[in-house]
C-alpha cells in the first residue's frame, strides 16, 4: 500500500458524501414560495449552497417580508429531514472511497460540516457511512464561527491530533473551500460533472489545491 501524503482527512457532509443539496433546496424553494420569493431549484442552490439558511435570515426577510423566526427553522428542519429519510443518497462512488481511505489512514478521518450534528448524522447513518466517522463528526453549529471560517475544520484537526497544515479537506462549495484555506489545508475541492451551482475555476481562485470530478479519483490524489 503507498504512504498517505497527509496526516488527516476531513471531509464535508452535504455534496461531498450525502448528494443532499437539491433536496434541501428543494424544500427551501418550496417553503420560500409559499412567503412570495419564487425561484427553481438551481436558483435556490445558487443563492443558498453552502450557507446555513439561519445565516440568510435578513436576505429571506427582505424578499419576503416577513420574519425568519425559531418557529419558521424548526419547520424548515422538519420537512428537510423528512424528505431527506426518504430521497438522500451517497454521492458517486464515495463509500468505495472513504473505505479505502478510512483503512489507508487508520481511522484519520473526519467529517467536519456547516450542517448541525441531526442531520449530518443522521444522513451518514442513512448512507452506511456512520460507522467511518463515529466520534469524529465536527458541526458548525457548535463552533464559534461557521465555514466560511475555518473552526470547524481546526476542531476536527485537533481531535485527529493532526496539524492542519497536515490535513487534506474535501469540499465541494466556495464557503467549504474558503474555510479549509483558512483553516491551512490543501483543499481537494469535488465538483460533479453538469455542476450548475459552482465553478471549478472559481474554486481554484479560492486556493483548492486539485478540483476533480469523480469520488472514484480520491483515493489516488491523497495518495493511496
Same mark, same amino acid.
Given at each position: 500500500m503507498n504512504t498517505p501524503h497527509f496526516d488527516a482527512v476531513? +471531509? #464535508?457532509? #452535504? !455534496?461531498?458524501?450525502? #448528494?443532499? $443539496?437539491? *433536496?434541501? &433546496?428543494?424544500v427551501l424553494r418550496d417553503m420560500l414560495a409559499e412567503r412570495?420569493? =419564487? @425561484?427553481?431549484?438551481? $436558483?435556490? @442552490? /445558487?443563492?443558498?449552497?453552502?450557507?446555513?439558511?439561519?445565516?440568510e435570515a435578513a436576505l429571506i426577510e427582505q424578499k419576503t417580508? @416577513?420574519?425568519? &423566526? $425559531?418557529?419558521?427553522?424548526?419547520? +424548515? %428542519? =422538519?420537512?428537510r429531514n423528512m424528505a431527506l429519510q426518504t430521497q438522500v443518497t451517497a454521492i458517486p462512488n464515495v463509500i468505495d472511497a472513504v473505505h479505502r481511505i478510512h483503512a489507508a489512514y487508520e481511522g484519520r478521518i473526519?467529517?467536519?460540516?456547516?450542517? #448541525?450534528r441531526f442531520k449530518v448524522e443522521f444522513?451518514? !447513518?442513512? /448512507?452506511?457511512?456512520? %460507522?467511518? +466517522? $463515529?466520534?469524529?463528526? +465536527?458541526?458548525?453549529?457548535? @463552533?464559534? %464561527?461557521?465555514?466560511?471560517?475555518p473552526d470547524v475544520y481546526l476542531a476536527a484537526a485537533?481531535?485527529?491530533?493532526?496539524?492542519?497544515?497536515?490535513?487534506?479537506?474535501?469540499e465541494d462549495t466556495l464557503t467549504g473551500v474558503r474555510a479549509g484555506v483558512a483553516a491551512g489545508a490543501s483543499v481537494f475541492a469535488y465538483v460533479p460533472p453538469g455542476s450548475r451551482?459552482?465553478?471549478? *475555476?472559481?474554486? %481554484?481562485?479560492?486556493?483548492a489545491c486539485h478540483v476533480f470530478d469523480d469520488m472514484a479519483l480520491l483515493p489516488s490524489l491523497l495518495g493511496l
Open positions: 476531513l +471531509f #464535508d457532509c #452535504d !455534496g461531498v458524501l450525502a #448528494d443532499s $443539496e437539491p *433536496i434541501t &433546496n428543494g412570495g420569493w =419564487s @425561484m427553481t431549484v438551481d $436558483e435556490c @442552490m /445558487l443563492q443558498f449552497v453552502g450557507k446555513a439558511v439561519s445565516d417580508g @416577513m420574519p425568519v &423566526n $425559531e418557529d419558521w427553522l424548526a419547520s +424548515f %428542519r =422538519s420537512r473526519a467529517c467536519a460540516s456547516g450542517a #448541525d444522513m451518514l !447513518g442513512q /448512507l452506511g457511512l456512520l %460507522r467511518y +466517522f $463515529e466520534q469524529r463528526v +465536527f458541526s458548525g453549529y457548535e @463552533m464559534p %464561527r461557521s465555514k466560511p471560517h485537533a481531535a485527529l491530533a493532526a496539524p492542519p497544515t497536515r490535513c487534506a479537506v474535501v451551482h459552482v465553478d471549478a *475555476i472559481v474554486l %481554484r481562485q479560492a486556493g
